[in-house]
């Protein structure tokens, strides 16, 4: 099942796959792996290792202006999977303003240098790029040279034999401090390799597909060319990301956020379990990385005690247009006030919660409004209520010396109980006006055909946030 609906909030390709139609009038180049098919529908193939290439390097030139080289026989990378990454990063760079002047390492860059690539065209971001692979190092340093990034990454080779990934490079830099690395790592071991991806001798002798002849495995949906670097590592990404972790013990906040991207879900909790044997050192956290059918997790940890990793996304809803306006409407109703404060900005405060328990709300006004007669058998009903009213010197219990304004005794048909109404003043300290229980920041971004609208929470309680949109939800979408 598809997974675009899961990218990140800030993905432009978040619920809109590329315009192949588009892409094909524009780029020549493109046009040629395209198929027309009857209905004036486009068709790409992404079997065809060439097609899927050139998909890449079409979206890296028509969003990100970018003009690279993709090796044949080298692994593809999917641009708005690694955008998707870059946009985590940056979550945690942005919520612990650390968005400034920073410097990331990639850990095994390849042939396309696309993290660095897009890291720096999107969000001004400098890296030092390495890799283990000298026709990797080649390649990636060509795709910075041919968009004039030589003054923002630094292309480093570094040997892929010795059991560290980050010392080398960071030895060989002692005096500088990075706010982030990021990685990719070789996902299989090597017995995984030779059963999943078979030889393509016409491309090279090092280069390997999934397109593997089998009676058990179904054809795979897109095609994957890459080299045995790019492919497998001894122990699999356990290991390389268990040499990312063993470098991180002993650098510690040189690299202030250390990230990975993981490929295979039983990845995660031996590296988790690694983590936690560090105890209160080191904080992580594993967030999703899905786009299209694939799914990918990135794994992030910091020895800073002033970082946060928890990042707070808006919740929101997509709803017909104008979605503005259909909750402005439904706000009114729950009698919530509203202040615009950007044209597609507005600010609602609640002064209570209306949204919860609609159902017996419902009942309630609907017995209220039934005929006198028909209501008479509920006129008598067991209500528990348990009110605290502070402690200290008794002025404010439940006495006629209190701050409550009157009490009624109710009888019941039950001998010896009674209902009780109460009302109270709580009186504020001084000068202080009593503040809405919830205040949250509303924002539109519009898309085609529909609207997605944010919540952000400005004060009030997160459960009463998600019930409201949930309301919301139900009655909008
Ligand atoms: C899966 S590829 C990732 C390529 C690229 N970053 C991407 O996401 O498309 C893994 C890369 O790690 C490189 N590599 C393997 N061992 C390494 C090491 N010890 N240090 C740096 N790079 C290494 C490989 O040569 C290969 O280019």
Same mark, same amino acid.
């Given at each position: 099942m598809s997974q675009n609906n899961e990218m990140h909030p800030r993905n $432009?390709? &978040?619920?809109?796959? $590329?315009?192949?139609?588009a892409l094909a009038l524009e780029y020549p180049e493109f046009r040629k792996f395209c198929h027309y098919v009857s209905n004036?529908?486009?068709?790409?193939?992404? &079997?065809?290792?060439?097609?899927? &290439?050139?998909?890449?390097?079409?979206?890296?030139?028509? @969003?990100f202006n970018l003009d690279v080289i993709l090796p044949t026989g080298h692994l593809v990378p999917r641009v708005p999977q690694k955008l998707n990454y870059c946009l985590l990063i940056d979550d945690i760079l942005q919520a612990n303003q650390l968005s400034k002047d920073v410097v990331g390492i990639d850990i095994g860059t390849g042939t396309s240098c696309i993290h660095a690539l897009i890291g720096t065209r999107q969000f001004d971001w400098k890296f030092v790029a390495t890799d283990g692979d000298e026709n990797a190092v080649r390649s990636a340093h060509e795709n910075v040279t041919r968009n004039n990034l030589d003054n923002s990454i630094c292309v480093v080779h570094v040997n892929p034999t010795v059991k560290t990934v980050l010392m080398d490079v960071m030895n060989s830099m002692a005096d500088r401090?990075?706010?982030?690395?990021?990685?990719?790592?070789?996902?299989?071991?090597?017995?995984?390799?030779?059963?999943?991806?078979?030889?393509?001798?016409?491309?090279?002798?090092?280069?390997?597909?999934?397109? =593997?002849?089998?009676? =058990?495995?179904?054809? $795979?949906?897109?095609?994957t060319f890459a080299t045995s670097a790019e492919l497998?590592?001894?122990?699999?990404?356990?290991?390389?990301?268990?040499?990312?972790?063993?470098?991180?013990v002993c650098l510690r906040d040189r690299i202030k956020v250390y990230t990975t991207m993981i490929g295979r879900k039983s990845s995660l909790k031996p590296l988790q379990q690694r983590l936690q044997r560090f105890g209160d050192d080191i904080k992580f956290i594993v967030s999703p990385l899905n786009q299209g059918k694939t799914k990918r997790w990135m794994l992030a940890w910091t020895f800073s005690k002033s970082i946060s990793l928890t990042i707070e996304r808006p919740v929101s809803l997509k709803c017909a247009k104008p979605g503005l306006m259909k909750v402005m409407q439904e706000i009114n109703r729950l009698n919530g006030r509203v202040r615009q404060e950007a044209p597609s900005v507005i600010v609602a405060e609640f002064k209570s919660v209306t949204w919860t328990n609609q159902r017996a709300r419902r009942k309630a006004t609907a017995i209220l409004l039934e005929s006198s007669a028909k209501r008479a058998k509920f006129n008598c009903s067991n209500v528990a209520c348990e009110a605290m009213f502070?402690?200290? @010197?008794?002025?404010?219990?439940?006495?006629?010396?209190?701050?409550?304004?009157?009490?009624?005794?109710?009888?019941?048909?039950?001998?010896?109980?009674?209902?009780?109404?109460?009302?109270?003043?709580?009186?504020?300290?001084?000068?202080e006006v009593p503040r809405p229980i919830a205040r949250i920041r509303i924002h539109v971004d519009s898309e085609d055909l529909s609207d997605t609208v944010y919540f952000?929470? =400005?004060?009030?309680?997160?459960?009463?946030?998600?019930?409201?949109?949930?309301y919301l939800k139900n009655l909008l979408c």
């Open positions: $432009p390709y &978040r619920n809109k796959p $590329p315009d192949f139609k004036g529908k486009v068709v790409f193939d992404f &079997r065809e290792d060439a097609a899927v &290439r050139c998909l890449t390097k079409t979206l890296l030139k028509k @969003d401090e990075f706010t982030f690395c990021m990685c990719n790592p070789p996902f299989f071991e090597k017995w995984e390799k030779d059963d999943k991806f078979c030889q393509e001798p016409s491309v090279s002798n090092n280069t390997y597909s999934n397109r =593997i002849d089998s009676d =058990i495995r179904s054809a $795979p949906h897109s095609a497998y590592i001894d122990g699999g990404e356990i290991s390389f990301v268990n040499r990312i972790i063993d470098d991180s502070g402690t200290g @010197d008794g002025r404010d219990s439940f006495t006629n010396a209190g701050n409550f304004v009157s009490s009624e005794i109710i009888a019941t048909d039950v001998p010896n109980l009674w209902d009780s109404s109460t009302q109270a003043y709580f009186p504020l300290p001084y000068g952000d929470l =400005i004060s009030g309680s997160k459960q009463h946030l998600h019930q409201l949109v949930q």
